[in-house]
């Protein structure tokens, strides 16, 4: 169950544009922006044959212009369902390490020069787009999709020499504050930046009553994971998502 939490929990806090619930599984639709935010998500209990459902699924997606992607973890109803995508040509990519945290010894923080917003603005939108390279027509998803989040909202930027030079986003429920969409200047990348502006969120996270952490990492990103590893987190479980066709996200 406290696995399953999190899987709740980041369903929560990155919000695609609309959601349909079809007989326990929850189909997300984000005009592809994030494979995350337009997936579908086989978290509760199936009932329907599971052939015929997949192949409502693929017509539910194909009807929007978007490949049908599947997020298998180890909570996925039926339990057999990767097996199946598997043999109907789904391609397995992005497996990703999900880690939790303990706010109670995390290191202050020794850079303080950020900005954290509650509510999304121009000017972190701006930053981050700039530093994560998100196209023109995926700022305003971007932006609705941010907007779209219930519970409490840190939008954190790291300044050095009077520009910002790393964005992140933090998001609490339930004593638990999700990190997401980690970003540093490529031209600042390795110079503890990243772990500062972490530790910054992390610690007014636990100032708005967070008491543990969870993140998502890709698996073969060899930086992010010494990084959080450095922070304290460890993995409690893994991701990964079954693709019907190539798609660029």
Same mark, same amino acid.
């Given at each position: 169950?406290?696995?399953?939490?999190?899987?709740?929990? =980041?369903?929560?806090?990155?919000?695609?544009?609309?959601?349909?619930? &079809?007989?326990?599984?929850?189909?997300?639709?984000?005009?592809?922006?994030?494979?995350?935010?337009?997936?579908?998500?086989?978290?509760?209990?199936?009932?329907?044959?599971?052939?015929?459902?997949?192949?409502?699924?693929?017509?539910? &997606?194909?009807?929007?212009?978007?490949?049908?992607?599947?997020?298998?973890?180890?909570?996925?109803?039926?339990?057999?369902?990767?097996?199946?995508?598997?043999?109907?040509? &789904?391609?397995?990519?992005?497996?990703?390490?999900?880690?939790?945290?303990?706010?109670?010894?995390?290191?202050?923080?020794?850079?303080?020069?950020?900005?954290?917003?509650?509510?999304?603005?121009?000017?972190?939108?701006?930053?981050?787009?700039?530093?994560?390279?998100?196209?023109?027509?995926?700022?305003?998803?971007?932006?609705?999709?941010?907007?779209?989040?219930?519970?409490?909202?840190?939008?954190?930027?790291?300044?050095?020499?009077?520009?910002?030079?790393?964005?992140?986003?933090?998001?609490?429920?339930?004593?638990?504050?999700?990190? &997401?969409?980690?970003?540093?200047?490529?031209?600042?990348?390795?110079?503890?930046?990243?772990?500062?502006?972490?530790?910054?969120?992390?610690?007014?996270?636990?100032?708005?009553?967070?008491?543990? =952490?969870?993140?998502?990492?890709?698996?073969?990103?060899?930086?992010?994971?010494?990084?959080?590893?450095?922070?304290?987190?460890?993995e409690i479980y893994k991701y990964?998502?079954?693709?019907?066709?190539?798609?660029q996200y």
């Amino acid at each position: 169950m406290y696995n399953k939490l999190i899987e709740e929990l =980041s369903l929560n806090h990155w919000h695609p544009l609309s959601t349909l619930l &079809y007989d326990g599984w929850v189909l997300r639709f984000a005009d592809g922006y994030t494979k995350r935010a337009n997936s579908i998500n086989p978290i509760h209990y199936s009932t329907c044959n599971l052939n015929e459902k997949i192949e409502e699924c693929e017509k539910i &997606y194909s009807a929007v212009n978007l490949p049908t992607t599947y997020k298998i973890t180890p909570f996925v109803h039926p339990i057999n369902i990767d097996g199946t995508l598997e043999e109907k040509g &789904y391609s397995l990519i992005d497996t990703t390490s999900v880690q939790t945290l303990e706010l109670d010894n995390i290191n202050e923080p020794k850079l303080t020069l950020v900005k954290i917003y509650e509510n999304i603005n121009a000017k972190w939108l701006e930053d981050f787009c700039r530093l994560n390279s998100v196209k023109g027509k995926n700022k305003s998803i971007m932006e609705r999709m941010l907007s779209n989040i219930k519970t409490k909202k840190g939008f954190v930027s790291l300044y050095y020499e009077e520009q910002v030079i790393a964005c992140g986003l933090g998001v609490i429920e339930r004593e638990y504050i999700g990190l &997401y969409d980690i970003v540093t200047d490529i031209n600042y990348r390795n110079r503890g930046f990243a772990e500062q502006m972490i530790l910054n969120l992390l610690k007014w996270g636990k100032e708005n009553g967070a008491k543990y =952490s969870y993140l998502a990492v890709v698996s073969n990103n060899e930086p992010a994971l010494r990084l959080y590893s450095k922070i304290g987190y460890s993995e409690i479980y893994k991701y990964w998502y079954r693709v019907k066709d190539s798609f660029q996200y």
